[in-house]
């Protein structure tokens, strides 16, 4: 049995559903704060915890992919932000669209890709590190369909921070569209290459290194694990590893150490290591891109790095004590209590 969200989830009035919104800039002239450029798709989560997926009887649908989700983060933390992305031109693709409007994420620049089936993502739960993920994206996901000619590169360049991942350049024609639109950018405003790592979208570790190089040289911050960071510069040790980065250069490094927290070094010599923050892990997919949503409110508020880190901790931490990734993004005022309250 599959369930919407809006079944699993609290009433309207809680912080953990949004309410219908109008997507943020529709219609607008301003430049979006957030313009994030990737993976969409549909997450089928167990409604059952500790299940192997093969028991599972009830699972509940969610918008996913992550430069999507950390648009909602952003949304959530009052930004906005939009998505350039592909669906297939099926009922999960209006889902999708469906889905990004009611987080109050913009959708302009989402489009059917005939003859290709929406993404779908299934879990299964076993916390408090173990979330196998299973990806159906065959023949091939819509969003790797993103081309060129199809792109808004003023409103690309315009916007406060462009945020594209290491998966959008893992196959053609998004390899081409996602490097055309970085070096149209040409490092104006901020600049994200999460690097996203997911193995099985690549032929081998070695494939990815050069279309990485190329990305980051264009990028202006680069987020990522250990393992990502190896795959990208080779460097696994954290400081080496932002060292790395910094030299194929972005202007700051932030580097997720798991247990150990995360580091930031910025190319100006200015650095935070933030310690992880304990909770009581639910489902540990959705906590990076809500990081990434609240680093993105870091950058546009200008805040100092480490409290910009800091209140990027609390809000994964927040979304991983839930069960779903897109509707557990947390809002401003969650973030600022959990801090407040010694989360952190």
Not at 116 to 143: N, S
Not at 172 to 191: F, Q, V
């Amino acid at each position: 049995m599959v369930t919407d969200p809006q079944d699993v989830t609290p009433p309207p009035t809680d912080p953990h559903r949004a309410a219908p919104t109008e997507p943020p800039g529709a219609g607008a002239s301003d430049p979006h704060e957030l313009i994030t450029m990737g993976r969409i798709g549909v997450d089928l989560y167990p409604l059952q915890t500790g299940v192997p997926l093969e028991r599972v009887e009830t699972f509940g649908k969610f918008l996913g992919g992550s430069p999507s989700n950390v648009a909602v983060a952003a949304a959530r933390l009052g930004h906005r932000a939009a998505v350039v992305t592909r669906t297939g031109q099926d009922p999960f693709g209006t889902y999708l669209h469906e889905a990004l409007r009611e987080f109050g994420v913009d959708d302009r620049w989402v489009s059917g890709v005939p003859g290709l089936p929406t993404p779908v993502t299934f879990c299964e739960i076993f916390p408090p590190d173990d979330f196998p993920l299973y990806f159906y994206r065959q023949p091939k996901a819509p969003d790797l369909e993103i081309r060129t000619g199809e792109l808004d590169l003023d409103a690309i360049r315009a916007a406060r921070i462009f945020w594209v991942t290491g998966t959008g350049l893992c196959a053609e024609p998004s390899r081409t569209a996602t490097l055309d639109a970085l070096r149209h950018r040409a490092k104006s405003g901020t600049t994200v290459l999460d690097l996203d790592w997911r193995p099985m979208f690549w032929p081998d570790p070695d494939s990815a290194r050069a279309p990485y190089e190329e990305a980051l040289a264009h990028a202006t911050v680069a987020v990522g694990n250990l393992e990502e960071c190896r795959v990208a510069t080779g460097e696994s040790e954290p400081g080496a590893a932002a060292r790395a980065l910094i030299a194929a250069g972005v202007e700051l490094a932030v580097v997720k150490q798991g247990p150990k927290g995360v580091l930031a070094l910025a190319a100006d010599g200015r650095s935070a290591e933030v310690p992880p923050v304990p909770v009581e892990v639910v489902n540990g997919l959705g906590a990076g891109d809500a990081f990434g949503g609240a680093l993105c409110h870091g950058l546009l508020a200008g805040l100092p790095l480490e409290q910009t880190v800091r209140f990027a901790n609390a809000a994964g931490a927040i979304v991983a004590s839930r069960l779903a990734c897109s509707s557990a993004m947390p809002y401003a005022h969650e973030v600022t209590e959990a801090m407040e309250g010694g989360l952190v």
